[in-house]
């Protein structure tokens, strides 16, 4: 007996199976698939992307619906187009061959008319990204009042890029009794919140653990300077000649420079951020799935969704806001029973996050050396010795032959194998051969600083900062590096930041007449200098600080004190996707730039060393 077939599946998908060359279920299919096919119930579902949750709610959504009524029976919620696409193809190929289905993606960027007409032909199943789902639901052009089944994929990343409101204005629309499946790699607080909200007494599986890292990934970091970041960057990719890589950058910005680096210094690279259009991400996307492009940077907004095959490397070129993202990036490979390598570049500021990180995933990190120049040149000599041993000859070489023996006969096969080789030693020779060693002792860094000073700055979340935009704002001005800014602490009206004692001069000199777009700028030093804990995070009260403290300057300073009470934190929590790339960061840095002729003609340089 087929191991699907055991699950309980019908003829026709069973047949689809096949065709797929599917020979095993997933882990989290053999859980899932006759708990949904036996009874209608809610369900709560952990596993990390990659591991077949798609067929593992698309198989019995596809066998309790009735093919033969155009009613909209199922919906599945996913949190970007891609996704979206990818779902509503793999269920197409699940359905093959159920005669009159209709699947029909419903998504942003698209035209509204031409997915209203094709629901309105009778759409089984309709697979949507809650930002269009509602507003086709608003101008009534979809009715989901009578659907059975509602899916929730990938429901963390949903409620991470600010979708929840959606989503319960969405469900609001579907009848009580429908069963609800929500599929989830983490389970944040968030997630349980809308599992008790939207779900009764839903059956839970997990498969792994929660907030687990996919077991096929080995987790790995570099401790380095930050101005080494990039330098760092470049050695893991040549000692790796055949990677194919997804590259995490915090920031549009930074994620648009590095790439820009990379394609300078001769690395087949792209950009993918929230500034591209949709048809250069599509163009993007098509290159790196066909390997044109070995190195694709990009935010963790942008990247939602990708599911690329073969994947070597997931690279941390920052570490994300949020530390649960860290496992949605990692888990981008070892996907379908493949192994993978998620690498961390970390500075000595970061290096206390790697804890916090193997908490969630409950794996260990091993801390590994950024290559010497000549490892380089060696792992580039042997994979070079592979490539030509594995060369398939071409024939047609054979006519031209013998006047390549005439012109290299003088050589004998050992000259002659050290010409070949030395065509690509050399140049990675000649280029690291003075190479330095980027690595620093684990002990170098602070746990916390002894020699630390903490500011108070007037400026915050009404001026449109959160912690990362301050902290770029801060050190660019200050013509500091990354990590001589730390716990910077964003509150609305006014904002904390640490400096070591030995810029602590400088700092007050350069605000002392500083004004930012015809305001008074003001930085004094803070009463809880050294108390704080946590340094740059998101929200949260300043567990170190007295709140009166805070209304005494705001009183000094003749403004309310908003900002004591509200006490928000400072990372745009509404802004959705969380990871800085909100519009008011893109005004405030065009403001920044044409105020200071300084920062406009250094602050890229900078960045581009760290």
């Known amino acids: 007996m087929n191991k699907f077939e055991a699950l309980g599946l019908e003829e026709n998908l069973l047949k689809a199976i096949a065709d797929m060359g599917f020979e095993t279920p997933s882990d989290v299919q053999e859980k899932a698939i006759p708990i949904l096919l036996e009874k209608d119930t809610d369900m709560v579902s952990l596993a990390q992307t990659g591991t077949g949750k798609t067929a593992a709610f698309g198989f019995p959504m596809l066998q309790k619906i009735n093919i033969d009524s155009r009613t909209t029976q199922g919906l599945i919620l996913s949190p970007t187009r891609e996704l979206c696409l990818q779902i509503t193809n793999e269920i197409k190929n699940y359905g093959k061959y159920c005669k009159g289905l209709n699947v029909v993606a419903i998504y942003g960027g698209a035209s509204i008319t031409d997915q209203a007409r094709d629901v309105k032909r009778g759409a089984q199943i309709i697979v949507a990204t809650p930002g269009r789902m509602k507003d086709m639901i608003g101008r009534r052009l979809v009715d989901i009042s009578k659907i059975e089944y509602c899916v929730l994929d990938e429901a963390d990343e949903m409620l991470n890029m600010g979708f929840y409101e959606d989503i319960t204005e969405i469900l609001s629309h579907s009848p009580e009794e429908k069963s609800t499946w929500l599929f989830s790699a983490t389970m944040p607080r968030e997630v349980s919140a809308i599992a008790k909200k939207f779900m009764h007494s839903p059956v839970e599986i997990t498969v792994g653990g929660k907030n687990m890292g996919a077991e096929n990934v080995s987790h790995e970091f570099y401790l380095v300077n930050a101005r080494d970041r990039y330098q760092s960057l470049k050695r893991l990719a040549d000692a790796n000649p055949s990677i194919f890589s997804v590259i995490f950058c915090r920031t549009k910005r930074d994620t648009q420079k590095v790439a820009e680096l990379l394609i300078e210094d001769g690395y087949s690279a792209a950009a993918l951020h929230g500034d591209l259009s949709q048809n250069q991400r599509d163009m993007v996307m098509k290159s790196f799935r066909n390997r044109q492009i070995q190195m694709l940077v990009a935010t963790d907004v942008a990247a939602r969704g990708i599911d690329v095959e073969n994947i070597t490397h997931v690279i941390n070129y920052q570490l994300p806001d949020e530390i649960e993202t860290y496992t949605h990036r990692s888990g981008r490979t070892g996907r379908a029973g493949k192994t993978g390598v998620s690498i961390v570049i970390v500075s000595k500021s970061e290096r206390r996050k790697i804890s916090a990180i193997e908490k969630i995933i409950q794996k260990k990190f091993v801390q590994k050396d950024v290559p010497s120049g000549m490892e380089i040149c060696e792992v580039q000599l042997f994979h070079l010795a592979n490539k030509i041993k594995n060369t398939e000859i071409n024939h047609d070489i054979d006519t031209y032959l ?63 900062f959160d912690w990362m935009t301050l902290k770029d704002f801060l050190k660019d001005l200050l013509n500091l590096g990354k990590d001589d800014v730390y716990k910077v602490d964003v509150k609305e009206s006014f904002s904390f930041f640490n400096t070591d004692t030995q810029h602590q001069e400088m700092v007050l000199s350069v605000f002392k ?98």
């Open 513 to 610: 007449d500083f004004q930012l777009e015809g305001r008074r700028v003001s930085v004094e030093i803070s009463k809880d200098t050294g108390r704080r804990g946590g340094g740059e995070r998101r929200g949260g009260r300043d567990r170190g600080g007295k709140r009166g403290d805070f209304k005494k300057r705001s009183d000094r300073r003749g403004s309310s004190d908003r900002g004591g009470n509200s006490d928000r934190g400072g990372s745009g929590d509404r802004d959705r996707g969380g990871s800085g790339e909100k519009s008011g960061f893109k005004g405030r840095s065009r403001r920044r730039d044409s105020s200071s002729s300084d920062n406009k003609g250094t602050g890229g340089r900078r960045r581009s060393r760290s």
């Open 402 to 464: 013998p006047n390549i023996n005439d012109v290299l006969e003088e050589f004998s096969k050992e000259e002659l194998i050290k010409k070949v080789f030395s065509v690509e030693f050399t140049r990675f020779y000649n280029y690291y051969k003075k190479a330095k060693d980027l690595n620093i002792s684990g002990d170098d860094y602070k746990e916390e600083s002894k020699d630390s000073v903490r500011y108070f700055i007037n400026i915050g979340e009404r001026d449109d």
